[in-house]
């Protein structure tokens, strides 16, 4: 079975909730979902990313920073479980996810969201006969 390297104590989870990349100061490129980022990078991008007054010049919902490692871990209810299955677009950690996770709703997110990924966009390979 695969596992998740533990998240060390230096590092967090950046969430985008955008369908795609956001960038940020400090940080770099976020892909959609859970991203691991390291602490210092986040403290730099928080300062980066914040005004005179203390406000943040990220619009909210566009990322959430968590403590823990990202996984449908049994300490996530199923329908948080499912929200970051749906909200994950990484292929390697969904694999790794979908060996260890035992609830079948879960793992069922999990198959689905891999299928969904790797369906051919439609309109895909069209006009590409020999002419």
Known sequence: MAKQKPLASSEVI???HRKGTVRLPGIG???PGANIVAREAVELAKKLTTDAEGDSNIPAGVV???DGKPSTAPERTES???ELVKDTFDLDMLRAWQADEKRPRVHKAIS???DEMLKEPEG???GDEDK
């Open 80 to 82: 948080e479980a499912i």
């Open 64 to 66: 959430t920073i968590e």
């Open 29 to 31: 490129t976020l892909k």
């Open 124 to 126: 895909a390979g069209e």
């Open 14 to 16: 950046v969430r985008n």
């Open 112 to 114: 689905d969201q891999i």
